[in-house]
């Protein structure tokens, strides 16, 4: 496809199930990033792969949060246990790495969760 | 914690007028980056300016940075209505991921 694309695009739950958030990169993009977004701010970061691995998950909020990019290119975001404070816009972003530098991100339009 | 912070938080102007925007941030950085988001919808790239430069031009957007003092800002001129939007900055580098502010947010008035 021509851009980041994100499914579902909303998402409502009840609190104490499990979600599973997907997310298609541009195709050749190395590096891909997740971020929640919660109203009136700005995104913060979760999660960075570069190729399959997780190069820095150090925002990840606690272990009910997990993700992965078993081939390098799609990447799935997971919440277990979800609870009221996990309601935000998730979103995903995948980049160009050139000498280790990552440059401009593109964006999908997000996942709205909502949790009841 | 975020450690980009964008100001003001809100700005609103006349169409037609410059708007200037504020980011400081806390940590090294090799590049800092601004995005431009429409209500509801995703973050849009808008101009990258690496640690080495002082000053970028795109367009009508025109980005200084300052490492000195470890802050950026964003000059739009001759705004229209659809640049009404809210704008982030982001610093990359030094083992630190994109950390965004929570944003100015442009209201342009016709």
């Known amino acids: 496809g021509a851009g980041v694309s994100q499914t579902p695009s909303n998402k409502v739950t009840e609190k104490g199930k499990y979600v599973e958030l997907r997310c298609d990169p541009i195709?050749?993009?190395?590096?891909l990033y997740w971020y929640r977004q919660s109203l009136g701010q700005g995104p913060e970061f979760l999660i960075y792969f570069q190729g399959t691995g997780a190069a820095d998950d150090s925002g990840l909020p606690n272990d009910r949060f997990f993700a992965v990019r078993p081939e390098g290119s799609v990447s799935t975001l997971k919440i277990q246990r979800t609870e009221r404070g996990d309601s935000a816009v998730y979103l995903c972003a995948s980049s160009l790495t050139r000498a280790g530098e990552v440059n401009e991100q593109f964006f999908g339009p997000g996942t709205r969760l909502t949790v009841l | 914690s975020q450690q980009g912070e964008e100001d003001p938080q809100a700005l609103s102007i006349q169409e037609g007028e410059n708007a200037t925007m504020n980011c400081s941030y806390k940590?090294?950085?090799?590049?800092l980056q601004w995005y431009r988001q429409n209500s509801g919808r995703g973050l849009v790239h808008l101009i990258l300016i690496r640690s080495n430069e002082r000053e970028k031009h795109s367009g009508r957007l025109r980005v200084t940075l300052d490492t000195s003092k470890k802050s950026s800002s964003l000059l739009i001129t001759a705004s229209r209505a659809a640049d009404t939007a809210s704008y982030f900055c982001?610093?990359?580098?030094?083992?630190?991921?994109?950390?965004f502010g929570p944003g100015t947010r442009l209201s342009v008035l016709p």
């Open positions: 940590t090294s950085i090799n590049n």
């Open positions: 195709s050749g993009h190395t590096a």
């Open positions: 982001a610093g990359w580098g030094y083992g630190q991921n994109f950390v």
